[in-house]
Each structure stands twice: as structure tokens, then as C-alpha cells.
């Protein structure tokens, strides 16, 4: 971990530095408006703090941005509507039950495929069509349906929740699909072979050889689920009447020209992500230790 | 079934046997005419090169590949009903050990499957361990141990739950030539202390004259049996029998018997 700490930090420099350079540059041209209008000349040195400290510029500056994002976290009561936080909640709410809905339907899809030549050949199409279909057209079909068909009454959960989170599952049960069907075929034919003479059932295939055998394949999926559900809950929550959710959150900052607002929740979503994939990367240790994985 | 306890008493029976494989090119021969009779308590090698079916006819006695044609029975029973009685431990040419389990994990693995008792498994991996010198390992997770010893840890897993045929498949054909000759004294030891029956796959003429009472010479296209030697050498075997006149005579013969084998494939 030590090793890849400079490195990181050296792009992070890079692109801040990066970051800044554009802010003049996007800004600059309304800096000089408003001051062609008052009859005034800029000089550079007072072109380059204007165009950081606009309010609603174009393009903010990196610190505006963290500052906004602090605001945001650290500087509202976390039941606010107006805190990150809060929004952040909302939307981790909604990936994690979409995510969870995502493994259960995509390793039982998995199983089955693996097991049953008909689902192979019914199934499978089919789940790749769906991820060609933009999620953007779909989600508000999904939103309306389920809010007509008030699934999340039936359920005891907010409509709105449910919505979502199936929204979420769509895009995330796709990669645990194909990367379960890929590590429940993974033992070969020496292993099955080597079960066969010990009479063991199929049931003691899945059990002691199969499933322990797609671990790998597993957890490498699981990384790109846990992006995709999130990708998904913040999609979800854009045709909703956009009301919470760091989706909403952007959607109303980008309508009501709120740009600092908008980069804020942009940023709050990366951290959210930053922490499914920590999590995610725990679990997945955890897995190996358990499993005797070489350190 | 009491006189097949006797040593001497046919385990393994195969008349007339035939497996042929329909592929896209037409039928392939893998047995053709297989007559063969395996007693009790020997050691017998299969020898030939690769397309022999010396390979397919030990899994034709485990039930993994099933005859078109002739007679075949283990113990008595046709081939599917010995392996659900579990009458033979298989070993592969690779270990196969899980790697999500310990050694003693892997060695329990069939006990698991079968139903033994608690108690009973543990009290099995023990003893199997120490048949095969592996005391200590148990703990071990496969990636700490040698080839060698990981194919010794196989050879534990296949006679921990007491089957009398022990089916072994190139199981030392992916290690070097010192540990294999260690391996092949030890597995001459452990089969004078339990008596098994075994059935050994090889391509080396060397380790099937040192290991074997009986010595299969097969030959490929189609696969067929060209010698069976009864071999002379005593049931102890230090490993420099091997410079004794005898051995060098059985190993003129088996060697003979292959180039016989792979004259007429032109």
C-alpha cells in the first residue's frame, strides 16, 4: 500500500493542477465580460482569483469544490435536505438493495444455466440483450410501472425505493451473471472426474467443488456490480421527481444553476463509490483468508 | 463374496473388451479385444504409448468411461455398480487437491462425501498422513508443499476411506526423477502393508518392471493388449534391483513388446 501512495498522489497533483488551469480558462471570458460592462481592464493576477471565486462559474475551482463538498458533509445536521450526507444515505440505500437483489438473481441465474442446457440457451440471450438496451430510456419505464403497479406498497417499502433498487439490480446482476456461469465451469474435467468416483451427488459437486471453485470469479465481479448498482441507483433517482438522492441532487444543482452544488454531489457520489469498492476489496480479503489464498 | 477375500481371486475381469469413440472422422478404436484377468493383491502396470488405451482402460474399470462391446467386471460387479460401492480409489496424474482446503481438509474431502462420522474422519486422516509419511501436514494449505508431497497427500486422499483397488493414473509422470524413484519405493511399502490391488498407468519401462508383478504391454491404433509378463522379481525390491539381471531382462522384453506394438502402425 505504501509503495502506491506517491504515485497517486503525483496524478492526483497533476490533475489538480490540470483542474485549475481550465478554471481560468473556462471563466475568463464572463470575468472580462463583467468587467468590460463596468468600463474596467483586468490584469492577470485579478483575472485568475475572479475566475476562482465566481459563484456560479462555469467551471469551479478544485477548492470551491471541496469546500461546497465539506459544506455538504460536515457543515449540515446528517437529517438535513440539505446535507450530502443525508442524499448519500438515500442513494447508498437504494445500491446496496439493488446490489444484493443483483447477486441473488444473478448467481441463481448463473446455477441454472450451468446446470440446465435449456436456461443456456433461453436465458442467456436474453440477459445480454438487457444490457444493451440504455439504462436512461429504461429506468423512467421502470419508475412509472412500478409506482403504477405500487410494488413498493405490496412490499411495505417506498415506492420510490423500489423503483430504484430494481433499477439498480438490472445493471448490476449482469456481471455476477457472467462471471458465476464462468467460475461455476471453472473445475475441470480431472476434478468432476475425481467426484464421479467417489459416487458423489450433484448436490456435493455445487457444494464442495463448484461453488468454492467460482470464489475468484466472484469477487472479481463483484467489483463491477457494486460500480453498476451505483450507477444505477443514481440513474434511478433522475426521473423520480428528482426529490432525494445524490441524483436529485444534481439534477436540481444543474437545473437551478447551482454548478458548486452540483460538482459537490458529483464528488460525494465518487466517495461513495471509493467506499463500496473498499468494502467490497474487505469482504473479498476476508473471502481469501478464509480460503487459505497465498498472502 | 467370501473367496474373493482370498488373495489370488480375480478382482478385475475384462473379455473381449471394446470402446469405440464415434468422432468426425470416423470410429476410433481406443480397446479392441481386451482380454485381461487382475488377481488380488497384484500390481499390475500398464505400459505403451500415448493412444494406447492404457489410460481408458482404467477408467473403463472406474466407470468414467463405459465399453461399447465385451465383458468387464470389479469385484463381481459391473464397473458402475463397484463405483457406487466405492470399491476403488482413483489417482490422477495431478493432484487435484482443493486449494481452499487443507491438506488434512483435502484428505477428508471423500470421507465428507460418503458420510463418515466425525470421529471416524479424523481418525482416518491421521492414519493415511503417516501411511504416506506426511505427519504434520495436515494443517498445511496445498501451495506449502512440494509436488511431491502433494502427490503423496492424492495417494492419501484416494485410500482414506479403505477401497481394496487402488487406481492410479500417471501419478508420478509430472515429477522429476528423484522424487519419483522415492515415491515408487514408498509405494511399494505401502502396497506390502495394505495388501491393495493396484492398477498403475505409466510410460516409464523402468518404474513398471520395479513396481509390478504383472506388466501390461499395450499397444495404440487400435488399442490392444501385445504382452502380459509375469514378472519373477521377489516382492522385496531395494531400488538397485534395477542393475539385476532380471530386471534388465523384463525390461528387454516390455521394451521389445512396444517396438513389436508400434511396427505395424505405419
Known amino acids: 500500500m505504501k509503495g502506491k501512495t506517491?504515485?497517486?498522489?503525483v496524478v492526483l497533483g497533476i490533475i489538480v493542477v490540470i483542474w485549475y488551469i481550465c478554471t481560468v480558462w473556462k471563466n475568463a471570458a464572463w470575468v472580462q465580460d463583467q468587467a468590460g460592462r463596468d468600463g474596467r481592464t483586468v490584469g492577470f493576477g485579478e483575472l485568475?482569483?475572479?475566475?476562482?471565486?465566481?459563484?456560479?462559474?462555469?467551471?469551479?475551482?478544485?477548492?470551491?469544490?471541496?469546500?461546497?463538498?465539506?459544506?455538504?458533509?460536515?457543515?449540515?445536521?446528517?437529517?438535513?435536505?440539505?446535507?450530502?450526507?443525508?442524499?448519500?444515505?438515500?442513494?447508498?440505500?437504494?445500491?446496496?438493495?439493488?446490489?444484493?437483489?443483483?447477486?441473488?438473481?444473478?448467481?441463481?441465474?448463473?446455477?441454472?444455466?450451468?446446470?440446465?442446457?435449456?436456461?443456456?440457451?433461453?436465458?442467456?440471450?436474453?440477459?445480454?440483450?438487457?444490457?444493451?438496451?440504455?439504462?436512461?430510456?429504461?429506468?423512467?419505464m421502470i419508475v412509472v410501472l412500478s409506482n403504477t403497479l405500487s410494488l413498493g406498497e405490496a412490499l411495505g417499502l417506498e415506492n420510490r425505493l423500489v423503483s430504484k433498487t430494481i433499477i439498480s439490480a438490472y445493471l448490476s446482476f449482469f456481471p455476477v451473471l457472467v462471471g458465476m456461469v464462468k467460475g461455476l465451469r471453472s473445475p475441470d474435467a480431472m476434478q468432476l472426474d475425481q467426484l464421479a468416483t467417489w459416487n458423489a451427488s450433484g448436490w456435493q459437486s455445487f457444494l464442495y467443488l463448484r461453488l468454492p471453485a467460482s470464489m475468484p470469479y466472484f469477487f472479481a465481479s463483484l467489483k463491477v456490480a457494486i460500480a453498476a448498482a451505483l450507477v444505477g441507483a443514481i440513474v434511478g433517482e433522475l426521473p423520480t421527481g428528482a426529490v432525494e438522492g445524490l441524483g436529485a441532487r444534481m439534477l436540481v444543482a444543474s437545473q437551478f444553476g447551482q454548478p458548486l452544488l452540483m460538482w459537490a454531489s458529483l464528488f460525494a457520489a465518487a466517495l461513495v463509490a471509493g467506499l463500496l469498492i473498499l468494502g467490497v476489496g474487505a469482504l473479498q480479503r476476508a473471502a481469501d483468508r478464509a480460503m487459505g489464498v497465498r498472502a | 463374496?467370501?473367496?474373493?477375500?482370498?488373495?489370488?481371486?480375480?478382482?478385475?475381469?475384462?473379455?473381449?473388451?471394446?470402446?469405440?469413440?464415434?468422432?468426425?472422422?470416423?470410429?476410433?478404436?481406443?480397446?479392441?479385444?481386451?482380454?485381461?484377468?487382475?488377481?488380488?493383491?497384484?500390481?499390475?502396470?500398464?505400459?505403451?504409448?500415448?493412444?494406447?488405451?492404457?489410460?481408458?482402460?482404467?477408467?473403463?474399470?472406474?466407470?468414467?468411461?463405459?465399453?461399447?462391446?465385451?465383458?468387464?467386471?470389479?469385484?463381481?460387479?459391473?464397473?458402475?455398480?463397484?463405483?457406487?460401492?466405492?470399491?476403488?480409489?482413483?489417482?490422477?496424474?495431478?493432484?487435484?487437491?482443493?486449494?481452499?482446503?487443507?491438506?488434512?481438509?483435502?484428505?477428508?474431502?471423500?470421507?465428507?462425501?460418503?458420510?463418515?462420522?466425525?470421529?471416524?474422519?479424523?481418525?482416518?486422516?491421521?492414519?493415511?498422513?503417516?501411511?504416506?509419511?506426511?505427519?504434520?501436514?495436515?494443517?498445511?494449505?496445498?501451495?506449502?508443499?512440494?509436488?511431491?508431497?502433494?502427490?503423496?497427500?492424492?495417494?492419501?486422499?484416494?485410500?482414506?476411506?479403505?477401497?481394496?483397488?487402488?487406481?492410479?493414473?500417471?501419478?508420478?509422470?509430472?515429477?522429476?526423477?528423484?522424487?519419483?524413484?522415492?515415491?515408487?519405493?514408498?509405494?511399494?511399502?505401502?502396497?506390502?502393508?495394505?495388501?491393495?490391488?493396484?492398477?498403475?498407468?505409466?510410460?516409464?519401462?523402468?518404474?513398471?518392471?520395479?513396481?509390478?508383478?504383472?506388466?501390461?504391454?499395450?499397444?495404440?491404433?487400435?488399442?490392444?493388449?501385445?504382452?502380459v509378463i509375469d514378472s519373477p522379481l521377489p516382492k522385496e525390491r531395494p531400488l538397485d534391483i534395477r542393475d539385476s539381471r532380471e530386471f534388465i531382462e523384463i525390461a528387454h522384453r516390455v521394451r521389445e513388446g512396444l517396438r513389436a506394438g508400434h511396427g505395424d502402425e505405419v
Not at chain 2, 509436488?147 to 484416494?158: E, P, T
Open chain 2, 1 to 227: 463374496m467370501k473367496d474373493t477375500l482370498n488373495t489370488g481371486a480375480p478382482v478385475i475381469e475384462a473379455k473381449g473388451l471394446n470402446l469405440t469413440f464415434q468422432t468426425g472422422d470416423g470410429p476410433v478404436h481406443a480397446l479392441k479385444d481386451v482380454n485381461l484377468t487382475v488377481n488380488r493383491g497384484d500390481f499390475v502396470s500398464f505400459i505403451g504409448p500415448s493412444g494406447c488405451g492404457k489410460t481408458t482402460f482404467l477408467r473403463c474399470v472406474a466407470a468414467l468411461e463405459h465399453p461399447t462391446g465385451g465383458s468387464l467386471t470389479v469385484n463381481g460387479m459391473t464397473p458402475d455398480e463397484a463405483r457406487m460401492k466405492r470399491a476403488y480409489g482413483y489417482v490422477f496424474q495431478a493432484a487435484g487437491l482443493y486449494p481452499w482446503r487443507t491438506i488434512a481438509g483435502n484428505i477428508r474431502l471423500p470421507l465428507e462425501i460418503m458420510g463418515f462420522d466425525k470421529d471416524e474422519q479424523a481418525r482416518r486422516v491421521e492414519r493415511v498422513l503417516d501411511l504416506v509419511e506426511l505427519k504434520g501436514f495436515g494443517k498445511k494449505f496445498p501451495w506449502q508443499l512440494s509436488g511431491g508431497m502433494q502427490q503423496r497427500a492424492s495417494i492419501a486422499r484416494a485410500l482414506a476411506f479403505d477401497a481394496d483397488i487402488l487406481l492410479m493414473d500417471e501419478p508420478f509422470g509430472a515429477l522429476d526423477e528423484i522424487v519419483r524413484d522415492r515415491l515408487n519405493e514408498e509405494l511399494l511399502k505401502l502396497w506390502a502393508a495394505t495388501g491393495k490391488t493396484i492398477g498403475f498407468v505409466t510410460h516409464s519401462i523402468p518404474e513398471a518392471v520395479y513396481l509390478s508383478t504383472k506388466i501390461v504391454v499395450m499397444s495404440p491404433r487400435p488399442g490392444r493388449i501385445t504382452d
Open chain 1, 6 to 9: 506517491v504515485p497517486v498522489l
Open chain 1, 48 to 140: 485568475v482569483t475572479a475566475t476562482m471565486a465566481l459563484e456560479r462559474p462555469m467551471l469551479p475551482a478544485p477548492h470551491q469544490v471541496a469546500a461546497a463538498l465539506w459544506d455538504g458533509i460536515a457543515g449540515q445536521a446528517v437529517t438535513s435536505k440539505r446535507s450530502l450526507v443525508y442524499h448519500g444515505w438515500v442513494t447508498l440505500e437504494a445500491t446496496l438493495a439493488g446490489f444484493a437483489l443483483g447477486i441473488v438473481l444473478g448467481v441463481s441465474l448463473a446455477v441454472g444455466i450451468v446446470y440446465f442446457r435449456v436456461m443456456e440457451m433461453t436465458v442467456m440471450p436474453w440477459a445480454v440483450i438487457s444490457q444493451t438496451i440504455p439504462i436512461v430510456a429504461l429506468a423512467p
